[in-house]
């Protein structure tokens, strides 16, 4: 096998090339060593000079590289390995360096930016949250700024006026969401001197499994208008509450939630209605829905936390607050409503995007993780780009041991606290974790009831997250976290701690994703540093009640007390469990790329006429262009059955399109061809309004151009919010064999070329309507 390995296996070949890249460059580290400060600045002008006189990056690289290895060196005193260069190389080539957590990828992702920071395009580097942000902005600018280049951040917080100069920088850090809403509000501005963005060329994403495949399931949302729906919502609660068991089933594995018969039964009676599922009662079986999955689906301190009267929505994936974030589809409204705070109203929405789609409009897209080969799949089939495994500067020395297995919740966390309370006492530094904020705050509690001294990072005690992160590693140091801690996340161990084992990474259960049990993991062992690891797990977590195998939890299992089970069936059932999660999860995602692509399509079309309108002082053309589709309408719509066109009912049309009664004469267009017509018709339309601007074309210009952009805008809000309507319902139509994505790009098509004709339509009555006054001078 490991013949066929190395005679097949591409990534082989990539790691050998990338090797040879990493000479190159390690054979420059000499000269660049014997240049002044001054000297290695200077190379940066260079550098952009010949990429100006028709150099590639390409061939810029090694030079760049050994540049701004050098450069890190003088400035923050860390000096890039071979195993760096080579992900940086891979980073330069568009696609995603797997590297093992420790391995230094803020450091390595410097060489990369700087040598595509190089083209004055702007390079922005994405990371999963702005502590990170703000961190290594301020980390490794340094290294960009020694070298002549600006360096920016952009955060939620900054006015227009900031974040246009952040991204005006060489190189910009910000997150993945800041950047997707700033790229859908500039397509909202009226004013092209409103835009913040310059283009996106490069991105370069930290942790881009986690933005490009974890957060992608999640559309980017811009919302406004509010509908009045609070009381709407209240009284849904109170009738959810109201319920028996046996009035409702619950679908673990889904995560879904319905009303049986006798529940149905129950609402009909509640609100006094005779079929709850008639069409007229869509909006009432929606609230009741929501309030469903509100009450029995979604957990306080796990996906949302209440602070300051409102919910807050923690990060699955990271375990941090999303501010500003609000479930969609009413959702939020109804948790509002089942912990009894303010009801924010529903709102509709204004714009929206997917982060694959985001994403996929920059010309050169790499990153970097810990964790991606297990989606490399997903990668390739989205995005375009390979997961090349780079090699560690040392061998991780960290020992996994096998998972520890219990009967129940109860027995496992006792275990879990004892080998906290045993590793404590010998003074080894332990790091527990979590996927929620409950788990971690019950934990807390029980090493309290056993005085151990210890901290908590979780969504709710964020603010001490680094302070807490830097004693982590110290001797005798307890520290519980949520996902927060895996990732992005340098434990530094003291030299004590080393000498004590390292450290210690206790997992509480296993996470619906391998690659977050990994990072976890990877929080010790860095750079050859000691430690070890191990899951505690009970047959009745969520995952293995979800997708493990039911006969798991048979009485041979549950009759042992509380000992520990070493099953290599269970654990087998446990990555089966994870796996079929992952296939799940990257379905939903798949599905809602699909989704996203019509309007993808749709989008690009709007703003780009916008841009083009933003663009362009005079619109008269685009006008011009309106009136031909609008009157070429009307007379397809007064055709007879023999395929002429009839006088009276065209002359009726251009009445209804805004026309004085009588201006149209019939008789005008007898025996005339469908073309002939269609053109007299035009210039009879177009003459009349252009002959109103005559002599002051120029001062009407800016005012014909917001009437059109206006009209474009509120049309394709509308449409929005139709569309997004028209995909939460297109799965509970019973179309006879249909598919679903099939419909929905069918409608979609018609929705949108409807919208297209009513934007002229209604510019064009505009323009005939319009009465202009000349005032003498």
């Known amino acids: 096998m490991s013949i066929l390995n190395r005679l097949f296996n591409g990534d082989t070949k990539r790691v050998s090339k990338l090797e040879k890249v990493a000479e190159k460059v390690g054979a420059l580290g000499p000269e660049m060593e014997k240049l002044s400060d001054e000297a290695l600045k200077n190379k940066t002008a260079e550098f952009q000079k010949r990429y100006q006189e028709g150099e590639t990056l390409d061939d810029l690289m090694v030079e760049a590289f050994a540049t701004s290895r050098e450069a890190a060196k003088r400035v923050i005193g860390e000096y890039p390995y071979p195993v760096q260069i080579m992900g940086a190389a891979v980073m330069h080539g568009g696609d995603i360096a797997e590297m093992k ?12 930016v700087y040598l595509n920071a190089l083209s004055g395009e702007g390079v922005h580097v994405v990371t999963v949250n702005e502590y990170l942000a703000a961190r290594d902005a301020e980390w490794m600018g340094q290294i960009y700024q020694f070298l002549g280049l600006s360096v920016g ?49 490069t991105a370069l994403v930290d942790e881009v499994d986690s933005i490009l495949v974890d957060e992608s399931r999640t559309p980017l949302i811009i919302s406004g208008g509010a509908k009045k729906t609070a009381n709407l919502y209240q009284t849904a609660d109170r009738f959810v509450k109201s319920l ?50 509100a009450n029995y689906i979604m957990q306080r301190d796990v996906e949302y936390v209440v602070a300051d009267d409102e919910i807050v929505i923690v990060d699955q994936f990271t375990g941090r607050l999303m501010k500003g974030r609000a479930y969609s589809d009413g959702l939020h409204q109804a948790i509002e409503a089942k912990e009894g705070v303010k009801i924010k109203e529903e709102t509709s929405t204004l714009a929206t995007i997917t982060y694959q789609n985001f994403f996929r409009l920059y010309d050169k897209l790499c990153g970097m993780t810990g964790t991606a080969k297990t989606e490399e799949e997903e990668f390739l089939s989205i995005y375009n780009m390979r997961v090349i495994e780079i090699p560690t500067n040392r061998p991780v020395v960290r020992v996994d041991h096998p998972d520890a297995i219990f009967a129940t ?37 029980m090493l309290k009831k056993e005085r151990i001294k210890h901290e908590v990072l979780n969504a709710k005690n964020h603010e001490r997250e680094a302070d807490i992160i830097k004693k982590a590693g110290q001797v005798g ?32 259960e296993r996470h619906e994703s391998r690659r977050i049990d990994n990072q976890l993991r990877g929080r010790s062992g860095r750079q050859g540093d000691p430690g070890f690891s191990r899951f505690y797990v009970s047959l009745k977590d969520s995952l293995m009640i979800r997708f493990g195998k039911e006969t798991l939890l048979d009485s041979a299992f549950s009759s042992l007390e509380g000992e520990a089970i070493e099953s290599k069936m269970v654990s087998k ?31 690009e079309i709007i703003y780009d006429l916008r841009n083009h309108i933003l663009d362009n002082e005079d619109v008269h053309d685009i006008v011009k ?20 066109v009839d006088p009276q009912s065209l002359a009726k049309g251009f009445e209804v399109l805004g026309f004085e009664e009588g201006s149209i004469k019939p008789e005008a267009f007898i025996g005339q061809a469908n073309e002939e017509v269609k053109e007299k018709a035009f210039n009879y339309a177009w003459d009349f309004y252009d002959s109103k601007l005559e002599g002051i074309r120029e001062q009407y210009a800016k005012f014909e151009r917001n009437v059109v952009l206006r009209t474009i805008d509120r049309n394709w809000i509308d449409h929005i919010d139709t569309m997004s309507k028209l995909r939460d319902g297109i799965h509970l139509r019973s179309y006879a064999q249909g598919n679903p994505l099939q419909q929905y790009v069918q409608e979609g098509f018609d929705m949108f070329d409807d919208m297209s004709q009513n934007i002229a339509r209604e510019i064009v009555f505009f323009a005939i309507k319009i009465k202009i006054e000349r005032k003498e001078a």
Not at 190 to 199: A, H
Not at 575 to 585: C, L, P, S, Y
Request: glycine share 8%.
């Open 101 to 112: 957590t420790g391995e230094g990828k803020t450091l390595t992702s410097t060489m990369a």
């Open 153 to 201: 951040v952009n955060m939620r917080a900054l006015t227009a006026s900031e974040k246009r100069a952040a991204y005006a920088c060489d190189i910009m850090y910000t997150t993945n969401s800041e950047l997707g809403f700033d790229y859908l509000r500039d397509n909202m501005v009226t004013d092209k001197k409103d835009r913040v963005m310059r283009g996106l060329k």
């Open 244 to 293: 028996k068991p046996s009035d409702y089933e619950i679908d673990e594995k889904t995560r879904q939630v319905r009303l049986t018969e006798s529940g149905v039964g129950r609402a009909e009676r509640s609100y006094k209605v005779k079929n709850l599922y008639d069409v007229e009662h869509s909006q009432l079986v929606h609230h009741i829905t929501m309030a469903l999955r």
């Open 409 to 445: 919740p109860e027995y496992k966390f006792l275990a879990l606290v004892e080998e906290v309370k045993a590793l404590h006492e010998k003074g080894q530094p332990v790091l527990v974790g979590t996927i929620s904020v409950e788990v971690s705050e019950h934990i807390a509690q």
């Open 477 to 508: 140091a307890v520290t519980i976290a949520t996902n927060m801690a895996g990732r992005g996340t340098d434990i530094k161990l003291s030299a004590e701690s080393k000498v004590l084992g390292g450290l210690a990474v206790l997992g509480s």
């Open 573 to 603: 059932a446990i990555g089966n469990a994870q796996k079929r999660v992952e296939g799940q999860n990257f379905d939903v995602r798949k599905q809602l790329l699909e989704y996203d692509d019509v309007l993808r399509q749709q989008r």
């Open 625 to 644: 262009d309106m009136f031909t589709r609008v009157t070429d309408a009307v007379v397809n719509a007064n055709v007879d059955g023999n395929g002429e």
